[in-house]
């Protein structure tokens, strides 16, 4: 199991992709969560497989449709072991 911190900067927010992500993320099994930074950015949470995390950051490359992505940095983190898959506020 691994955990990954994974922070998508660019036109991400307001064009769904907290939504879209977090939809992603379930149709691939991934815990953790998805939330809006004060810097624009997307900070995602996401524990599962690597293999399966591996598949939901080549996602975050594009995102949904209206989103315009310039970067995605991620980071290897302790799991925390969520349980399910959720937006944060």
């Excluded at 955990?3 to 900067?9: L, N």
């Excluded at 992603?24 to 524990?47: C, F, Y």
């Excluded at 950051?57 to 992505?69: F, L, S, T």
Aim: net charge negative; glycine share 6%.
């Amino acid at each position: 199991m691994s955990a990954f911190s994974i922070k998508v900067t660019g036109v991400v927010q307001g064009v769904f992709f907290r939504a879209s992500t977090r939809d992603k993320a379930q149709s691939l099994g991934i815990r953790g969560w998805v939330r809006n930074e004060p810097d624009g950015s997307v900070l995602i949470w996401a524990e599962s497989e690597e293999d399966v995390l591996q598949e939901l950051i080549e996602w975050c490359h594009q995102g949904p449709p209206r989103a315009e992505v310039t970067d995605v940095l991620v980071e290897t983190k302790e799991e925390e072991s969520y349980t399910d898959f959720s937006i944060r506020r």
